[in-house]
T-cell receptor
């Protein structure tokens, strides 16, 4: 089966950098995805890593190490609107989601 | 382009009553998913459709849940009868259906169900 572990909560201040870690277990690997979900909102796709290394998309970057079964999402220049839950997920003909990390950004 | 549309957004019912949720995916998306999300947890798949065929319904409690996607476009998820533990957000998502590593799914806003 598949499983993913994330910290339950992270706090930071505006303008800071925060890293959200994700470790996973899976028998077949097709990449690691990240989704953002604001309270009461829909999950929205942020990034996808199929290969080792860093993928950068604006203020957000995602990293993958397949040998360590580990990835992280890096959020830079934090803004209040970044306060949300962040999920890593394994795309295996469906999405297997982690339990999510709630990020709170303070002024 | 319109996103995934779901209705209703909120539903409050008494236990043992039936309830139905509707989803219209993004035009051209062959794959449609229904997920259940409990508070503080990640979404969990209930059923996945490829066009009108349910290709993964292993997590759907078939004694009370049913779903259909008759013309391969919009879909309905039904619960009959509802139980207190069914209170959750029901999310619909769609994707182009590119295969196993279909990494980007587009989610609707969900239906928040409260069973009293």
């Amino acid at each position: 089966g598949q499983s993913l572990e994330q910290p339950s909560e992270v706090t930071a201040v505006e303008g800071a950098i925060v890293q959200i870690n994700c470790t996973y277990q899976t028998s077949g690997f097709y990449g690691l995805s990240w989704y953002q979900q604001h309270d009461g909102g829909a999950p929205t796709f942020l990034s996808y890593n199929a290969l080792d290394g860093l993928e950068e998309t604006g203020r957000f970057s995602s990293f993958l190490s397949r040998s360590d079964s580990y990835g992280y999402l890096l959020l830079q220049e934090l803004q209040m609107k970044d306060s949300a839950s962040y999920f890593c997920a394994l795309p295996v003909d469906k999405l297997i989601f982690g339990t999510g990390t709630r990020l709170q950004v303070f002024p | 382009e319109a996103g995934v549309v779901q209705s209703p957004r909120y539903k409050i019912i008494e236990k043992k009553q039936p309830v139905a949720f509707w989803c219209n995916p993004i035009s051209g998306h062959n794959t449609l998913y229904w997920y259940l999300q409990n508070l503080g947890q990640g979404p969990e798949l209930l059923i996945r459709y490829e066009n009108e065929e349910a290709v993964d319904d292993s997590q759907l409690p078939k004694d009370r849940f049913s779903a259909e996607r008759l013309k391969g476009v919009d879909s309905t998820l039904k619960i009959q009868p509802a139980e207190l533990g069914d209170s959750a957000v029901y999310l619909c998502a769609s994707s182009l259906g590119l295969g196993l590593a279909d990494n980007e799914q587009f989610f609707g806003p969900g239906t928040r169900l409260t069973v009293l």
